[in-house]
């Protein structure tokens, strides 16, 4: 058995990870996920969210090394965490995110991709701290290809995103880098372009990079075939 952490993107919080959490546990692995600052049910003031406190909320919610996964933004918040504390990770996994390049800030290589599907949905807030999703767009660049109950569940608990994290660039070290890592790219996501998928994947090691046939959110549209692809990637790393 594997313990897994799972690490929401933007804009989102530990709730999206609803279906993916029973079908590891019938695959016999022990799996949760967090609130990072800001998100969900955590209170954390927008004013006070920096990529720093998403690594220490990481940290802080794990007792053993543990296979940590990094959905969209999350890719530089679980590469803060593994900068910190490699010894309390066994494992990195990218899904459909942003894999840090050092010197580099989230908000740069977005501007890198070809495209910019998410653009036009976004909002941002007359204090230019944070930015949020609007609700009829949502379903476009998130969640086109999930089944309608997940639409209605996920779009009212979108919430405002901290600009700062993603704005504040990464240096990575050997203490991030040297730790075994893979990475799913999603085919059809409306909001990362699968081209910049790939170019962010360029020379990584053979096998460890895997394509998966859906849209920006594979938990909610198909959370059965995800926990499959993740517990193979914790056979493989045993």
Known sequence: MSEVLLV????HGAWCWRDVIPALAA????ARAIDLPGHGADTTPLAEVT????ADAILAALDRPAILVGHSMAG???TAAAEKAPEKIA???????????????????RREAPRQPLL???????????FTVRPEAAAGVFYQDCPEEAVAFAVPRLCPQAIAPQAMPITLTDRSTSLPKSYIRCTEDGTIPYEYQVTMTEGWPEGSVEDMPTGHSPFFADPEGLAARLARIAERGR
Do not use: N, W
Request: hydrophobic letters at 40%; one cysteine or more; aromatic letters at 8%.
């Open 91 to 109: 494992h990195l996994v990218y899904l459909c995110a942003y894999a840090p390049r050092s010197g580099v800030s989230l908000v740069e290589m």
């Open 27 to 30: 695959l016999g692995h022990e």
């Open 51 to 54: 990529l720093d406190a998403y």
């Open 120 to 130: 036009d949905a976004l909002e941002k807030s007359a204090d230019g701290q944070s």
């Open 76 to 78: 530089f918040a679980i």
């Open 8 to 11: 929401h993107g933007s804009c």
